[in-house]
């Protein structure tokens, strides 16, 4: 069980302090017309409350930790594949999708011993009235992805 209080320590033993003197203080002006284990009952229940606000205003919370799923994490890699990749702007006069084809690959191939790398690619934005708009109920519109790209 770990702590994460609601206010800064010292303040919480500030109240903590202050809280016990003004309850000493309290219990020893026992009205003459309650009796002494009466009034020890009621000066029980206010340390009671004193010490309920106290421990939470400490915000207790209990940590569990839980294991990571077995296997490497999943990593998706998407490539994009629509027209205007077909633009020759890169190094070399070459499409855009030649050099983001190659950065994947790249990618997938400095991370695999970290991550289970797939690499897709669309073309498409999932727009209403676009070709890949998926039309099932429930979804807001889904990317249709092409065959994984060759990463060796």
């Excluded at 500030?14 to 309850?23: F, H, I, R």
């Excluded at 190659?102 to 073309?123: C, G, H, I, K, P």
């Excluded at 099932?136 to 065959?147: D, E, H, M, W, Y």
Aim: hydrophobic residues 45%.
């Amino acid at each position: 069980m770990t702590v994460d209080p609601l206010i800064p320590g010292s303040l919480w033993l500030a109240l903590a302090v202050a809280g016990v003197a003004l309850l000493a203080w309290y219990a020893l002006r026992r009205p003459p017309v309650i009796g002494r284990w009466r009034w020890g009952g009621v000066i029980g229940l206010m340390g009671g409350a004193l010490l309920i606000v106290l421990l939470i205003l400490l915000n207790p919370i209990r940590v569990t930790p839980i294991p990571p799923p077995p296997g490497k994490p999943l990593l998706t890699v998407l490539v994009d594949a629509t027209g205007s990749m077909a633009v020759r702007d890169t190094a070399n006069d070459r499409p855009r999708y030649v050099a983001a084809s190659e950065v994947a690959r790249t990618l997938s191939q400095n991370l695999r011993d970290q991550f289970d790398v797939r690499t897709l690619t669309f073309d498409c934005l999932g727009i209403t009235g676009s070709p890949c708009f998926d039309r099932r109920p429930g979804f807001l519109g889904t990317i249709r992805s092409r065959p994984y790209l060759a990463v060796p």
